[in-house]
């Protein structure tokens, strides 16, 4: 099964439709690996993203951000549609810089507001339009955006609680990620034991186990095939078993007068 859905097909009435309805606003359209991709004006966004909603792509389903430091428009922004109807996905995309916002969708689909503030943060994308463009991800007072390409690992600061001062403290970023070593063997590092469920971790000696053979299992005494209890230890002399030769006229006695009960033999 190739897909959890029953798959629509791409064809070329779609992607005709697509051209004819966009007009103008179409830049480009791509498809490949099954996917299409519209690449639109960006003063022209909400006309199309309307267009295409009344055509039957009634669900925004998530908006992304890309970063291209080497282009003019360095920012590339993504809106993930989806037909209900048709049971068919197409993305659209917008390109901008630092300085030129993108007009928000958030009159078409309310959810985007939450969308275009997480690009917001991430890239610095501004949205004109949006009612309430804040930080959603970054804690108050953050500087930068950390999704760019050119935002620097080290030099800021992050929060965290702490247990001795009771209140949220800001620290340097500390990037020990690399430097960490893992055991793949245990959640744990470092551990030098092997927790319960992980025994299928431990190496094994080369080559797979050899079974029982059915003539091994019989004669073992269990009508089931278990094995049998194992014979117990036994001595040659009375000195051997550790108790002395007192120890051993004791365990015999009963047996010696059973024995002559029966008839008189020692």
């Given at each position: 099964?190739?897909?959890?859905?029953?798959?629509?097909?791409?064809?070329?009435?779609?992607?005709?439709?697509?051209?004819?309805?966009l007009?103008?606003?179409?830049?480009?359209?791509?498809?490949?690996?099954?996917?299409?991709?519209?690449?639109?004006?960006?003063?022209?966004?909400?006309?199309?993203?309307?267009?295409?909603?009344?055509?039957?792509?009634?669900?925004?389903?998530?908006?992304?951000?890309?970063?291209?430091?080497?282009?003019?428009?360095?920012?590339?922004?993504?809106?993930?549609?989806?037909?209900?109807?048709?049971?068919?996905?197409?993305?659209?995309?917008?390109?901008t810089?630092?300085?030129?916002?993108?007009?928000?969708?958030?009159?078409?689909?309310?959810?985007?507001?939450?969308?275009?503030?997480?690009?917001?943060?991430?890239?610095?994308?501004?949205?004109?339009?949006?009612?309430?463009?804040?930080?959603?991800?970054?804690?108050?007072?953050?500087?930068?955006?950390?999704?760019?390409?050119?935002?620097?690992?080290?030099?800021?600061?992050?929060?965290?609680?702490?247990?001795?001062?009771?209140?949220?403290?800001?620290?340097?970023v500390?990037?020990?990620?690399?430097?960490?070593?893992?055991?793949?063997?245990?959640?744990?590092?470092?551990?030098?034991?092997?927790?319960?469920?992980?025994?299928?971790?431990?190496?094994?000696?080369?080559?797979?186990?050899?079974?029982?053979?059915?003539?091994?299992?019989?004669?073992?005494?269990?009508p089931?095939?278990?094995?049998?209890?194992?014979?117990?230890?036994t001595?040659?002399?009375?000195?051997?078993?550790?108790?002395?030769?007192?120890?051993?006229?004791?365990?015999?006695?009963?047996?010696?007068?059973?024995?002559?009960?029966?008839?008189?033999?020692?």
């Amino acid at each position: 099964m190739s897909s959890p859905a029953p798959l629509i097909k791409t064809d070329d009435t779609l992607l005709g439709m697509l051209r004819a309805l966009l007009g103008h606003q179409l830049i480009e359209l791509r498809y490949e690996v099954g996917e299409v991709a519209l690449h639109v004006r960006r003063e022209g966004l909400v006309q199309t993203m309307a267009q295409l909603r009344d055509e039957g792509y009634q669900q925004l389903m998530e908006m992304a951000g890309v970063d291209w430091p080497d282009r003019p428009e360095r920012f590339e922004i993504v809106y993930c549609l989806l037909s209900l109807t048709r049971n068919h996905r197409i993305r659209v995309h917008v390109t901008t810089h630092e300085e030129t916002p993108v007009p928000s969708i958030t009159s078409l689909w309310p959810v985007a507001g939450w969308l275009e503030r997480e690009v917001f943060d991430m890239y610095g994308v501004l949205f004109e339009g949006n009612p309430d463009l804040r930080r959603i991800l970054t804690d108050y007072g953050f500087k930068g955006h950390p999704q760019r390409k050119d935002f620097p690992l080290t030099g800021y600061v992050e929060l965290r609680y702490s247990e001795e001062h009771k209140r949220v403290v800001y620290e340097p970023v500390e990037l020990a990620q690399d430097f960490r070593t893992f055991d793949f063997m245990s959640p744990w590092e470092g551990a030098e034991y092997i927790l319960p469920g992980d025994e299928k971790a431990a190496p094994e000696a080369p080559g797979a186990p050899t079974p029982l053979k059915a003539d091994e299992i019989k004669g073992t005494g269990d009508p089931k095939g278990a094995p049998a209890a194992p014979t117990p230890k036994t001595t040659e002399r009375p000195e051997q078993t550790g108790a002395g030769a007192k120890a051993n006229a004791e365990a015999a006695e009963p047996v010696d007068k059973a024995a002559g009960r029966d008839g008189g033999h020692p």
